[in-house]
């Protein structure tokens, strides 16, 4: 079975600050791994993945991510917060069918403040 | 190419009552996930058609329900509407194939039970 934990339910930090966004995840086979940005009343847009290609995975936005097997951890960062940052995050996994994606399991969510 | 689009935007129901919400896959892709998001929490999958035959499900009851047709597109059925079921339900269309296949979302419809 697979589940995400994302820990921070809400992060603020200053404009042109660090952004780290913290996920866990559990999975009993090789994982996809995830992460989507959801603006106010919008749905999920892919900012990245991970495919079991390289570990250090660069998204869209400036945005990149860590897949850390030992940590079993995939944390989100990008190293200068910008206002328009300002949303909610979710990871997700999928199982890895042998390259053929499962069901997305998604985080509850952590949503970012940027301060000015 | 043209994305995923979702039809209503909004919808406002009565317990008891049933609801259909469509969705458009995204050019080229062949496979539709549906996803329930409670206010607040992370979306659910409640489940996914190919070829026009679920093709997995999560812990959802029977009343929800969906369809896909030949060119793709999908609809989710809810019967029997209970106020729980308030949420933004979201589509999501992919590409089965050799390798990854993202799964693309639409801007999702709001549906509130009162």
């Known amino acids: 079975a697979q589940s995400v934990t994302q820990l921070g339910s809400h992060v603020s930090v200053s404009e042109g600050a660090l952004v780290l966004l913290r996920c866990n995840y559990s999975s009993s086979v090789p994982p996809y791994l995830f992460w989507y940005v959801q603006y106010p009343n919008q749905g999920l847009q892919l900012l990245l993945k991970y495919t079991s290609a390289a570990t250090l995975v660069k998204g869209i936005n400036g945005f990149e991510a860590e897949f850390k097997k030992s940590e079993t951890s995939f944390h989100l960062t990008k190293p200068s917060a910008h206002m328009s940052d300002a949303a909610e995050y979710f990871c997700?996994?999928?199982?890895?069918?042998?390259?053929?994606?499962?069901?997305?399991?998604f985080g509850k969510g952590t949503k970012l403040s940027v301060k000015p | 190419e043209t994305g995923v689009t979702q039809s209503p935007t909004h919808l406002i129901k009565t317990r008891g009552q049933q609801v259909t919400l469509r969705c458009s896959s995204q050019?080229?892709?062949?496979?539709v996930s549906w996803y329930q998001q409670a206010l607040g929490q992370g979306p659910q999958f409640i489940f996914q058609?190919?070829?026009?035959?679920?093709?997995g499900r999560g812990n959802f009851p029977p009343r929800f329900s969906g369809l896909q047709f030949p060119n793709y597109s999908s609809e989710l059925n809810v019967n029997a509407l209970e106020l729980d079921d308030s949420a933004l339900y979201l589509c999501?269309?992919?590409?089965?194939?050799?390798?990854?296949?993202?799964?693309?979302f639409g801007p999702g419809t709001r549906l509130t039970v009162l």
């Open positions: 050019s080229g892709h062949n496979t």
């Open positions: 997700a996994v999928s199982p890895n069918y042998g390259g053929s994606q499962g069901n997305l399991i």
């Open positions: 999501a269309s992919s590409r089965r194939a050799s390798g990854t296949d993202t799964q693309y």
């Open positions: 058609y190919y070829r026009e035959e679920e093709n």
